[in-house]
């Protein structure tokens, strides 16, 4: 019924003045539940169906969105959105993408839905269960509360060059904040998940107590001075050291020459054995779909293969406008031409954990927390707030606090050692990294 829509839509477009166009609907339904001081602070339900249409005349085109996907509404959506087009600038490089790499079949089996709507109480209790655990450890005075949510989305995708493909996902999430201390001297601290499966959810008593053992453990934390240290940083946070490099391989950012590796196609980037994949058919993964958001066929992809950079992130615009071909990572909203994002993105394990790491590199900062994040996207300049704790002799010696972190990613990454504690929380991961001489802006 759905599909049938869109192809309407589609049809319509065309009739009113298109020379082509794309339909996509998403749905979603979600339900949250927010508990504070064990008591119950919001209940929020969520459901929508929104309708996005995009439309070329000649090399010109336009992007609308709408939630009313009545006859009328939709007649006149179609209608604003060609005139739109033809009063757009022309684009030699917008289009659909080739034909041949389009997803066909059913597609790999990504087990991405799980049919179980939970109740509100159910929600409820996981988030009092998780903000009581946070509460139990030693040296909480507080908290920020503990959230408990599900959600399950429907994205279906028609296009007037013959492509149609839908997909269905869930999730369901546990988060709580802690507070420990009084004050000036009050720290907090968190934790939490997000999986496609309710199975496979930590238990809310466990990710409570870890939000609770991170506010306390950073209590009397100090300032230090500026100096040049060793840096590691642990795997929840490792990612956002890549997403610099993310942005700087993005194909738009390539093409219009704002990348810091625009030149570095094919060059050794890390050290030698550093290897970062992108997989977009990981069973039961946040960043899995069996097709991108132009309908393109994703592929397991090294983007640093052994350190070395092996390709851009592209979608069919900006691999027109570089003369290479998509390489499958178009995403795209209701409203807007697509974009480009990875999806399972993983920097693979060393050979040493996070304590091993600490111990051969003896001294230095151990990072936690991150904030702030500044680039210079032209030339990979990058300074961070950061917040976590001193090493000495390899062991923790006391937390940190009101510190900035500073260089040159090039040099950065070229200079990066991996751990071995990979652990899978989202759709981007990396272990724990370490590398040695940064600059460090203290007191």
Do not use: C
């Not at 490099?245 to 810091?260: C, D, Q």
């Not at 091993?356 to 990058?382: C, E």
């Not at 002799?393 to 751990?419: C, H, K, M, Q, W």
Request: glycine share 10%; hydrophobic share 45%.
């Amino acid at each position: 019924m759905d599909e049938n829509l869109l192809h309407d839509v589609v049809k319509a477009a065309l009739a009113a003045g298109a020379d082509a166009a794309e339909a996509v609907l998403a749905e979603r339904q979600s339900l949250s539940v927010t508990v504070r001081a064990d008591a119950l602070e919001e209940v929020e339900r969520e459901e929508a169906r929104d309708l996005g249409l995009r439309v070329f005349v000649g090399q010109q085109h336009a992007t609308v969105s709408g939630s009313d996907l009545s006859a009328d509404a939709r007649a006149k959506l179609i209608e604003r959105v060609v005139a739109m087009a033809r009063l757009a600038p022309a684009d030699p490089y917008a289009g659909f993408a080739p034909e041949d790499r389009l997803a066909k079949g059913p597609g790999p089996d990504l087990d991405l839905f799980d049919p179980t709507e939970p109740t509100a109480e159910w929600l409820e209790d996981q988030a009092r269960t998780a903000e009581a655990a946070s509460r139990a450890v030693a040296g909480v005075t507080n908290t920020d509360g503990a959230s408990s949510g599900w959600s399950a989305s429907r994205w279906l995708f028609v296009t007037s060059g013959g492509f149609s493909g839908a997909h269905q996902a869930s999730s369901f999430g546990i988060s709580a904040s802690a507070i420990a201390g009084e004050g000036a001297g009050m720290e907090r601290g968190g934790d939490g998940r997000n999986l496609r499966w309710r199975a496979d959810l930590p238990a809310p008593n466990a990710v409570g107590a870890e939000a609770g053992r991170r506010a306390v453990q950073r209590l009397g934390a100090r300032k230090i001075d500026s100096t040049t240290a060793t840096v590691a940083i642990e795997n929840r946070l490792a990612v956002s050291v890549l997403s610099p490099l993310i942005n700087a391989i993005a194909g738009p950012a390539v093409a219009r020459g704002v990348s810091f590796l625009k030149d570095k196609l094919g060059q050794q980037i890390f050290a030698p054995g550093v290897n970062i994949i992108d997989d977009p058919h990981l069973p039961r993964r946040l960043g899995s779909s069996p097709f991108d958001d132009e309908g393109v066929a994703g592929q397991r992809r090294a983007l640093i293969d052994d350190g070395v950079l092996t390709t851009w992130l592209l979608n069919s615009a900006s691999a027109r406008q570089l003369g290479l071909e998509t390489t499958g990572h178009a995403s795209r909203g209701l409203a807007g031409p697509p974009g480009v994002s990875t999806s399972n993105l993983t920097l693979q394990p060393g050979e040493l954990d996070l304590a091993a790491l600490m111990r051969q590199a003896k001294d230095g900062l151990l990072v936690t927390s991150m904030f702030g994040p500044s680039l210079n996207p032209n030339n990979g300049d990058w300074s961070v707030g950061v917040s976590g704790f001193w090493f000495e002799a390899g062991e923790v010696a006391y937390p940190v606090s009101e510190i900035t972190v500073a260089g040159n990613l090039n040099d950065i990454y070229s200079r990066l050692v991996v751990g071995s504690d990979l652990e899978i929380r989202g759709a981007a991961n990396a272990p724990s990294l370490l590398v040695e001489g940064v600059a460090i802006a203290g007191r």
